[in-house]
């Protein structure tokens, strides 16, 4: 095989260049670190290395080689990892080669290598991972998506820049060529009269994407012989649409969205206000904060969603111990429909501290007059509470005298007024003196356990998540 270095090589510089406009056009956020090129050995990645190489002068950066075996074909793979190697040294480019038993189905493979790319990047401490995607590959993705039902979003297609959750790990993956075709990048290798590997399974008509590409593609083609390009341009148009929406929709709640580890919430109000477009584009959005980059909720999922939202009350269960729930003016996507275990009572020192469940709670003495302003803060008459004070879950047929009420009523009902999620009603670390509740924390002190105007001394009580 004759690798050519010298000569014209126009079609080189032009994808070169190609490559360089795209990274300018995602700069913001970069970062100085190596670029980490995912080559296979192919027609299109090899392109991409040569190009990227021609032009790394203007770069601005070290390119690293990234070339991955999935140890299914073992002899042709120990050929495309040679050829691999010989160009990257001929350029002297690092190259980091892994390879590995992944399984014969396609994601499979696809998982470990975008795995072993993460661990490049975090070894090489790069600013970003670049794969030889294609005009060809974002049309055959778009046909693909198209006939299973996709939206506006996953018509988007592949993206010139995503980030991607790897082994717990966020990368940064760049696709500089998708204005590029397979003809484009078939030049580029004849220029440098290189043989790319070949993959025999990328015949083989068992798989989806190898049918778009052998069979409906051509047919397309007998209709509009630029059909790859106008596909990637309903896909670029797609993007920019799905990408208005998304903002239109984080804009419509910014104000209302609450975020916690594992849980997002709204008022009901402010989404049952919303076109479902946007509607449904929250929901995306906080999904993929919570599930990690790359997640997404399936349109059934997102209509048992908006159905419980027109009713209410109730959960739905989106599975992997995930759910979203409407109770009284607030839903919630959260890990789970939380349903605590009782924990036992235990005592409460005063002063000192135990832990109930999930809560910390801590009692002190203080000279009265302290003005409390937090919910999860109770100041309380000692000489009420006595000597013993105990820490415990609610039980069937509580009871609880409300600050300001002349009489007791059921605990039932005081949660429900203070709107407290049915999920989390067992969670309530309850204070109580003898078989009296002194203090529903988050709620309200009972008025018997209230600091008179006499006291000179009362007990502060403060209850907090373990996390």
């Not at 080689?65 to 001929?90: P, T, Y």
């Not at 690092?94 to 992944?102: G, I, K, M, V």
Request: hydrophobic share 45%.
């Amino acid at each position: 095989m004759v690798f050519q270095l010298q000569g014209p090589k126009p079609e080189t510089v032009r994808l070169g260049q190609l490559i360089l406009r795209v990274l300018r056009r995602h700069a913001e956020g970069q970062g100085a670190g190596p670029l980490v090129l995912a080559v296979s050995g192919g027609t299109d990645s090899l392109a991409m290395l040569l190009a990227a190489a021609t032009v790394r002068a203007s770069l601005g950066r070290e390119i690293i080689v990234a070339h991955f075996s999935h140890g299914l074909r073992k002899s042709a793979e120990r050929r495309e990892a040679a050829l691999v190697r010989r160009i990257s040294k001929r350029f002297n480019l690092p190259l980091e080669h892994e390879q590995a038993a992944t399984g014969p189905s396609e994601a499979s493979a696809r998982d470990a290598r975008y795995a072993f790319f993460g661990r490049v990047a975090t070894l090489r401490d790069a600013a970003l991972v670049a794969t030889a995607h294609t005009q060809d590959d974002q049309a055959e993705t778009l046909i693909l998506r198209l006939s299973r039902g996709t939206g506006l979003r996953g018509a988007g297609a592949i993206r010139e820049f995503s980030q991607r959750k790897v082994n717990g790990e966020s990368i940064a993956l760049l696709r500089p060529m998708l204005g590029a075709t397979r003809g484009d990048t078939s030049k580029v290798c004849a220029e440098w009269h290189l043989t790319p590997a070949s993959d025999g399974t990328n015949r083989s008509v068992r798989y989806a994407r190898n049918r778009v590409r052998l069979r409906v593609l051509p047919q397309l083609a007998e209709i509009n012989p630029d059909v790859p390009h106008a596909l990637a341009a309903f896909a670029d148009t797609a993007q920019e649409d799905d990408d208005l929406l998304v903002q239109l929709a984080s804009q419509a709640v910014a104000e209302v969205e609450q975020r916690e580890p594992g849980r997002i919430t709204w008022p009901v109000h402010s989404l049952r206000e919303l076109p479902v477009p946007l509607l449904a584009r929250v929901w995306q959005l906080a999904w993929g904060i919570l599930s990690g980059d790359g997640a997404a909720l399936s349109r059934a999922q997102i209509k048992s969603m908006s159905r419980l939202l027109t009713r209410g009350s109730g959960a739905v269960n989106l599975g992997s111990g995930w759910s979203f729930t409407v109770e009284h003016d607030t839903a919630a996507l959260s890990t789970g429909i939380i349903t605590p275990v009782p924990f036992a009572p235990i005592t409460l020192p005063v002063p000192g501290e135990a832990v109930a469940g999930s809560w910390r709670i801590t009692a002190r003495i203080e000279i009265s007059g302290s003005v409390n302003s937090d919910a999860w803060r109770a100041i309380l008459n000692p000489d009420a509470l006595g000597d013993k004070v105990c820490v415990r879950s609610r039980a069937k047929g509580d009871r609880f005298h409300p600050l300001g009420m002349n009489q007791e009523v059921r605990l039932q009902d005081v949660l429900v007024n203070a709107k407290v999620p049915r999920s989390q009603r067992n969670n309530i670390p309850l204070v109580t003196a003898g078989e009296k509740i002194a203090w529903v924390p988050g709620v309200q002190i009972a008025d018997w356990a209230k600091v008179t105007t006499a006291a000179t001394r009362s007990i502060v009580i403060e209850v907090r998540p373990l996390s």
